[in-house]
């Protein structure tokens, strides 16, 4: 849960590695005189942020029959709760789970506050992970003694009766106040028959990203490193071979050679002169591309992305090329989709919950559809040429929802009939189904003047 949070951030294990030669013992030893390059190329970043905003970087619709209910629901799904929604995507992506708990401000309104993952503890009922006994987060909070930073660890437990504080400092010890109920209404304690803590899955097993391209990320990046360590053993730092060096040892030697680019021999008894020759290693940097996009394919496919650079978006793409490229990312998102869409379900409770108590109204009869809208790229004009086809055979509702213009379909059409009434405006200015009023009948004069 946690590598996958670090290397979302480039926490990667590369930045750790040490250069290693094979000693006299014939065992592995670090080595500080050799080039030791740590590149991270995060893959794995693009691909939480592909994933997350495929399914999530787009406001959802709600779809329900009662417009009181609708307007009351488009109140809480604002702007900052969908950016709240795509943080949690990216915790439940990073950490095959996360948590949204809804609560109430100082000013008694519900509010949602996410919780991250790798804080909370949860112990569950059933074996699918669908129901909380209880849940215990552990957090670190900041404070200061003076001009003394401290850092001292919290922990809440969430159960049936309210929400119970502890320090963690040599051992658990109970806050000054120990416990607080959910919600207060005046001076009254009150508590949710259901622990307000949701989760939020990336998939029914709870597998983090991480696990499926951790190696492959690893392998990138190690690639790239290698290269660029065999790039800088130049003939300054490479394998030299040495005839009648007129020095005392290598070390002086390299020193030297380092210091001022040039290196002095001899001649031996012999007569022999002296000599600098090195043993090159031929880079083949085309092995290193092949590698490298070997890899980079292999991991977004094991992360069940795409590839924006792919063949099939060259030239002028048609709609079922761009379908097949986005695959494997639909596949996953319909898994996580499943996941979300209960997950509101029990956040639509609370919601009902709060406007009940608040004296709003009951709504918890009421059958609500959440739709999300994926993000995807489409040719708009086949999509815009199927919808003219389907004039006559589709309502003009399903045409207007399907076409790419559209943001608001009950909008497009209202627009549309207020267009349709204008265009109906006969030559005498009156709006349809209107009679004009005091017109002449036929035969007689428009104007009794000239007459």
């Known amino acids: 849960m946690i590598d996958g949070e670090k290397y979302f951030a480039g926490a990667h294990d590369i930045l750790h590695a040490v250069r290693q030669v094979i000693g006299e013992d014939g065992k592995l030893r670090p080595i500080e005189n050799l080039p030791n390059n740590r590149i991270v190329d995060n893959q794995y970043r693009k691909m939480v942020k592909q994933k997350a905003n495929y399914l999530l970087g787009k406001p959802f619709t709600i779809k329900t029959k009662n417009e009181g209910y609708a307007e009351h629901l488009d109140a809480f799904f604002n702007a900052r709760f969908f950016q709240l929604l795509n943080r949690v995507g990216r915790d439940a992506l990073n950490g095959g789970i996360g948590w949204i708990y809804p609560n109430y401000n100082e000013a008694g309104e519900m509010v949602f506050t996410r919780i991250k993952p790798w804080e909370l503890i949860p112990l569950w009922q059933d074996a699918d992970h669908t129901r909380l006994d209880a849940a215990i987060r552990i957090y670190e909070v900041v404070t200061y003694e003076g001009q003394q930073e401290r850092v001292i660890e919290k922990v809440e437990v969430y159960d049936q009766e309210g929400i119970w504080y502890f320090i963690l400092d040599g051992g658990l010890k109970a806050e000054e106040v120990p416990y607080r109920p959910y919600f207060l209404i005046g001076e009254d304690a009150y508590n949710w028959t259901r622990i307000p803590l949701i989760p939020f899955k990336c998939n029914a097993e709870e597998i983090p990203l ?26 300054r730092n490479t394998i030299l ?27 031996d008894s012999s007569g022999a002169g002296g000599d600098v020759k090195t043993l090159q290693v031929e880079i083949n940097s085309e092995n290193y591309r092949t590698i490298l996009e070997v890899f980079k394919k292999a991991l977004i496919e094991n992360a069940m992305g795409y590839d924006a650079k792919d063949d099939r978006l060259s030239g002028n793409p048609n709609q079922m090329n761009l379908l097949s490229m986005y695959s494997d990312i639909d596949l996953d998102a319909d898994e996580m989709e499943t996941e979300f869409q209960a997950s509101m379900e029990q956040l639509l409770w609370f919601i009902d919950a709060s406007l009940a108590q608040s004296g709003s109204g009951d709504f918890s009869a009421e059958d609500v559809e959440i739709i999300f809208n994926r993000d995807i790229l489409m040719n708009e ?16 509702e399903t045409i207007v929802a399907n076409h790419p213009w559209v943001d608001d379909p009950a909008e497009e059409l209202n627009r549309l009939k207020q267009q349709k009434e204008e265009n109906m405006m006969d030559n005498f200015g009156f709006p349809p189904n209107q009679a004009p009023q005091n017109l002449p009948e036929e035969g007689e004069p428009v104007n009794d003047e000239e007459q």
């Open 210 to 235: 991480i696990k499926q391209v951790k190696s492959l990320q690893d392998g990138i990046n190690q690639i790239l490193s290698t290269f660029q360590n065999n790039m800088q053993e130049d003939a």
């Open 241 to 267: 071979v040495l005839v009648n060096y007129d020095g005392q040892n290598l070390g002086e030697f390299r020193e030297k050679l380092a210091q001022y680019g040039a290196v002095k021999v001899r001649s």
């Open 381 to 396: 004009g086949d999509i815009i040429n199927n919808c003219k086809n389907s004039v006559g055979i589709l309502s003009d």
